[in-house]
Structure formats: C-alpha cells, structure tokens
C-alpha cells in the first residue's frame, strides 16, 4: 500500500496564479482532509471530506477549493495564489472520525 | 477554542522515559485522547489513542487520569530519533473539524 500521496513536494507560483495540490489514498479511507503548516505552528485545517460528493469547511478555507468526486482523490485547488498562502500543506485521510489519520509526506508551497 | 493544553517545550535524556503531559479538562465522555508526532517537517506520525482505559503499544503507553481530564504520553526509553514535536488531540464522533496546536517539542538529548 502507497498510503496517502501527495503530489507535487515543492511547488513556486507567482501572485494570482493557479495550482492543484493534489491528495490520493489507497486504503478506503471514507474521510479526508487538508491542512496547512505555517513555520513554528500546528496544522490548521482548511476543508475536509466525509465521504465521495460531501466536502466541507474547516478552520482556514478562503482561498482554496476541494472537490470529492471519487473515495480516492482530494484535490486542493488554489484559484488565485496569494503570498499569504505559502505554507506547507498536508492531506490526511481515516476510515472515520474515531480512527487514527495518516498524514501524507506535505507539500512546500511557495508564492512570490 | 483550544480542547488540550501541552508544555511549549521539553527535554529528555535519551535512554530514559519522557513523559509528557497533556489537560483536556474539558473533555466530553465520547471523546477520544489521540497522540501524534511530527519529526522535522514530515507529516505527522499517530502514536495511539484512548478513552478511559490506559493504553500500550510499541511505540508508547497512555496514561489518562481517572477524571479524564489530563493524560500522560509515556516515551519508555527515548532515543534521539524521537525528537519531534507531540500534538495531544481530543476528538469525539463528529468531530469531523481537527485541528492540531503548537504541541509540545521534545529535544532527547544524548
């Protein structure tokens, strides 16, 4: 098993561009989500998803759009990149809300 | 609001038991304790969880105290490679909005 994959590991955009971050898991895994890292803190989350066709919001979600069209996929899509959304960004995904998460190896965004 | 409050830092000699500590005293019956770690910047590790009942695996032992309010994570015999940053969670059944705080950076020192 690959676990959760993330894709890409480092990525540069310039102001106002667009990007998918992109989050896969080959373990079943009913719920995903996504988060973000800023240096010296935790992990915030942006959107998650219980299940294929049901997204919602977490903590931080301006700015970014999730889609969940399949239980294996969860992409992270940014519309129009903002230095503010430098961060790393990571996607987790369990079988439910009382499993444990297994986190994917992050992705390091930078915006100029 | 923040459900757990961990010590910013702390350190430990490598060989001996770290124990680190966590307050949750707000924790509701349904609510699980979960511990993670993250070691440099990877993603983080889960470690284990409980409810009431203390808890061993391979990597560590729960503690959780009988009112629930406060757990304790026991590293036995840390080595340097469990230097990383340990997040205490509470998490219920729909508790579907996690969130992860500072944690607690632990530095094993040789």
């Known amino acids: 098993n690959a676990g959760v994959t993330q894709t890409p590991k480092f990525q540069v955009l310039k102001t106002g561009q667009s990007m998918t971050l992109q989050c896969a898991q080959d373990?079943?895994?009913?719920?995903m989500s996504w988060y973000r890292q800023d240096p010296g803190m935790g992990l915030r989350l942006i959107h998650y998803?219980?299940?294929?066709?049901?997204?919602d919001q977490g903590e931080v979600p301006n700015g970014y759009n999730v889609s969940r069209s399949t239980t294996e996929d969860f992409p992270l899509r940014l519309l129009s990149a903002a230095p503010s959304q430098t961060s790393v960004y990571f996607c987790?995904?369990?079988?439910?809300?009382?499993?444990?998460?297994?986190f994917g190896s992050g992705t390091q965004l930078s915006v100029l | 609001d923040a459900k757990t409050t961990q010590p910013t830092s702390m350190d430990c000699a490598e060989g001996r038991a770290a124990n680190l500590p966590c307050n949750h005293s707000?924790?509701?019956?349904?609510?699980?304790v979960y511990w993670y770690r993250q070691i440099h910047s990877q993603g983080p590790q889960y470690i284990i969880h409980?409810?009431?009942n203390n808890e061993t695996n391979e990597m560590a032992s729960l503690i959780i105290t009988e009112d629930r309010k406060s757990s304790t994570l026991i590293l036995p015999h840390a080595t340097l490679r469990d230097t990383a940053v340990y997040y205490c969670?509470?998490?219920?059944?729909?508790?579907?909005?996690?969130?992860f705080g500072a944690g607690t950076t632990v530095t094993v020192r040789a």
């Open positions: 969670i509470v998490r219920g059944a729909n508790d579907y909005k996690l969130s």
């Open positions: 373990m079943n895994h009913e719920y």
């Open positions: 998803s219980v299940g294929a066709g049901i997204t």
């Open positions: 987790a995904s369990s079988y439910g809300a009382y499993e444990k998460l297994f």
């Open positions: 707000t924790i509701s019956g349904n609510e699980y």
């Open positions: 409980g409810l009431k």
